[in-house]
């Protein structure tokens, strides 16, 4: 089975602090993802990365940024945060054979900035 | 307009009922379709892919309609279990080997006793 671990489940920040958010996965998969989801709005791609050292921005890159320096890994960095980041994100992974590979989801990080 | 649409729902049924949940996509070039399965404050997980020629898994069948960019999951004899919410799901080719999933917001489901 697919194993994407996400290195917090809840995690309290404060408004400026600089956040780090953990994503490993054990599958060898080229493709690496960051979204979050909020309530009425769905899950939206932040950021994603198709290979080591390399990313591309989502549909809400504003006030994230990430890294990508091993291909299992791959984190998301809040430089500032404010209190609009509060969130339930969650990275993923897919390989990047075939047209048709579905993304397999770590559990979520509760992230609350106050 | 949204790039995937779903009724948000909640969809309220007794247990044993047939439920549909019906979702449109905007993107004509849309390559992939797939339906997830949320529960509350859990992670989505992949519940079936969605094939042209419509495809069946156990209680849950799932149909695309490429002309009418229309996608639908049908769940038959419905259990407590199915409680979730289910999201509809759309990969879009972005420049290369890497495609996008455009998530649609969810349909939330319960199954009353």
């Known amino acids: 089975d697919v194993k994407v671990t996400q290195s917090s489940r809840y995690l309290v920040k404060r408004t400026g602090e600089k956040v780090f958010l953990e994503c490993v996965q054990d599958m060898d998969h080229e493709n690496m993802f960051w979204y979050r989801q909020d309530p009425g709005l769905g899950l939206r791609l932040i950021y994603f990365s198709y290979d080591v050292k390399m990313k591309e921005k989502g549909d809400i890159p504003e006030g994230y940024s990430v890294s990508r320096e091993k291909k299992e890994r791959f984190s998301l960095i809040l430089e500032s945060a404010s209190t609009n980041q509060t969130s339930m994100y969650l990275c993923?992974?897919?390989?990047?054979?075939?047209?048709?590979?579905?993304?397999?989801f770590g559990d979520g990080t509760r992230l609350s900035i106050l | 307009r949204k790039e995937v649409e779903q009724d948000p729902g909640p969809f309220n049924v007794p247990e044993g009922a047939t439920v549909a949940f019906n979702c449109t996509y905007s993107n004509s070039a849309s390559q992939s379709f797939f339906w997830y399965r949320q529960d509350c404050r859990k992670e989505p997980k992949l519940l079936m892919s969605v094939y042209s020629s419509g495809n069946e898994d156990g209680r849950f069948t799932a149909q695309l309609n490429r002309a009418s960019q229309y996608i639908s999951l049908l769940i038959r004899d419905s259990k407590l279990s199915d409680s979730a919410t289910y999201l509809c799901v759309v990969k879009n080719l972005y420049g290369g080997a890497t495609n996008k999933l455009i998530f649609g917001t969810g349909t939330l489901l319960a199954v009353q006793p």
């Open positions: 993923a992974s897919s390989s990047r054979t075939g047209g048709g590979q579905p993304q397999h």
